[in-house]
């Protein structure tokens, strides 16, 4: 299938920059990326004859543990990235809750080591679907309303918790807290957001620390450190300080800066570039 751009910006989301999946917590169902294409069509025609309640009922009544969970991670793959009729997002958030619900029910019985990992395949899910809801991909133009961020927020401490009982690393908290501000900014809880920012923003120093990478607001530097100081600045800048617009315009310069003289870092930049600006032409009057 062809992608279109919310496809697009979606597969670099989870792919690469946006950084929806870290390794570490990828590699915690990895059966579950082993996604069943077939199945595509049976769900699609679902979902447009009998709405998101058809989808989950036909993979609810499907025997096989495993199968019912990797159905769900496709159904979320699918109507968030795919084109299909009535597309929205109240639709994918039932489908991908009843995943998560899914993933949950079984770590109840599970023993500990499996245990792990399915509450992990329920963090990455809730994750992702926080992702999903953030008004801040170029080309995605569904309509949202704060219900939409209210279940970004609420999704966001999910994770949160999820990851300090897990021991996750600094990136995946790095990536909840900013899940998490970038819903406070919409919802304009901006000294909140600001904070949440703040906390991504360390978490994504860390991260970037260990993996050598430089920190500094500046062309070349780590992808995630930017890009939390682009929010941080928008966060504080749509709070009032007008020290905010500095530093968000700062970080669009280290991206510039990257784009002309990092082509192994140019996409990423790009990306990161066009995030920013358009968050910027969204909450800034």
Not at 133 to 156: I, M, Q, T, Y
Request: glycine letters at 8%.
């Amino acid at each position: 299938m062809p992608r279109s751009p919310i496809s697009w910006i979606f597969t670099l989301i989870i792919c690469c920059a946006a950084l929806v999946a870290t390794a570490d917590e990828g590699e915690a169902m990895a059966e579950e990326k082993e996604f069943p294409e077939s199945e595509w069509p049976q769900l699609q025609e679902l979902m447009e004859d009998g709405g998101a309640e058809a989808v989950v009922g036909y993979i609810s009544a499907i025997e096989d543990p495993q199968r019912r969970r990797k159905l769900f991670v496709f159904a979320h793959q699918g109507f968030a990235y795919r084109d299909w009729e009535g597309k929205n997002l109240d639709a994918l958030v039932t489908v991908v809750e009843a995943g998560i619900a899914e993933y949950l029910a079984q770590a109840e019985t599970a023993d500990d080591d499996e245990r792990g990992k399915l509450l992990d395949g329920a963090n990455i899910e809730a994750y992702n679907l926080a992702a999903d809801l953030a008004p801040c991909w170029p080309g995605d133009e569904l309509p949202r309303s704060n219900r939409h961020f209210e279940k970004g927020v609420e999704l966001a401490e999910r994770c949160l918790d999820w990851r300090h009982e897990l021991e996750k690393g600094p990136a995946p908290f790095s990536m909840a807290w900013w899940a998490l501000g970038a819903h406070q900014l919409f919802l304009g809880d901006y000294e909140e957001a600001a904070d949440a920012f703040t906390k991504a923003l360390d978490y994504a120093v860390l991260d970037a620390q260990a993996r050598e990478e430089p920190i500094e607001c500046a062309a070349g530097s780590d992808f995630s450190v930017l890009l939390n100081m682009g929010y941080l600045g928008l966060a504080r800048w749509a709070a009032g300080d007008a020290e905010g617009e500095t530093l968000y315009r700062d970080a669009l310069e280290a991206f510039n800066g990257t784009v002309v003289g990092h082509p192994d870092k140019s996409d990423d930049a790009e990306f990161g570039i066009a995030q920013l600006e358009l968050v910027q032409s969204r909450v800034i009057d």
